[in-house]
């Protein structure tokens, strides 16, 4: 099975800050990566899917790309909204979630 | 807007089973497949299964195969989700989710508000 590692852990950043968040897959797969934003006690809300296309009503602030095997995810200028945890997901005959990415205030 | 409700928290001695439901509205079933997603306390996702409201057709994760069935009721547009042999690391939060695209494996853009299973003794 593929795996998605997905990292830091944990990110602390500040409001306005540039953040990235990273999903490397085990081998080389097509561009079936997603992206959600999950809040204490809430359901995943997807941000992006096939790698890089923004889901409807999504903030233009969040981005998706693809390079090799590595997947990133892009907040361009965090907002207070954005403190959140993230995780990548590949969909393809399974579903993969990364470990989760922890956004926290600085 | 489409919607999905899933049925409300249950606590289960370890060997029991539980089944929880998600009721589905507006054009859900016969058009999209549905996933099943659990969450343990301070953890990650992690995704159990697929059923596809169109032609019942299934797809499990491994580590679930054959402790999980996956089940839909048309007349009620309800999926279901069944594991049995519970134990207490089974305690999570389980989400259903919608595939994003009709008739065709995606990803999920929409989810119920999630069921709490609690294993204890």
């Known amino acids: 099975d593929i795996q998605m590692t997905q990292s830091p852990p944990t990110l602390s950043a500040s409001v306005g800050d540039r953040v990235n968040i990273s999903c490397r897959a085990s081998?080389?797969?097509?561009?079936?990566v997603a992206w959600f934003q999950q809040k204490p006690g809430k359901a995943p809300k997807l941000l992006i899917y096939k790698a890089s296309i923004l889901q409807n009503g999504v903030p233009s602030r969040f981005s998706g790309s693809k390079s090799g095997t590595e997947f990133t995810l892009t907040i361009s200028s965090l907002q207070p909204d954005d403190f959140a945890t993230y995780y990548c997901q590949l969909y393809d005959s399974f579903w993969t979630f990364g470990q989760g990415t922890k956004v926290e205030i600085k | 807007q489409d919607h999905l409700v899933q049925s409300g928290p249950e606590v289960k001695k370890p060997g029991a089973s539980v089944r929880v439901s998600c009721k589905a509205s507006g054009d859900t079933f016969g058009n999209y497949g549905l996933s099943w997603v659990r969450q343990a306390p301070g953890q990650g996702l992690e995704w159990m299964g697929w059923i596809s409201t169109y032609n019942r057709n299934t797809v499990y994760a491994q580590k679930f195969q054959g402790r999980v069935t996956l089940t839909i009721d048309t007349s009620t547009t309800t999926a279901s989700m069944e594991l049995r042999g519970l134990r207490s690391d089974d305690t999570a939060v389980y989400y259903c989710?919608?595939?994003?695209?009709?008739?065709?494996?995606?990803?999920?853009?929409?989810w119920g508000q999630g069921t709490m299973v609690t294993v204890s003794s």
């Open positions: 989710a919608r595939d994003r695209a009709p008739r065709r494996l995606d990803t999920f853009d929409l």
């Open positions: 081998r080389g797969i097509s561009t079936w």
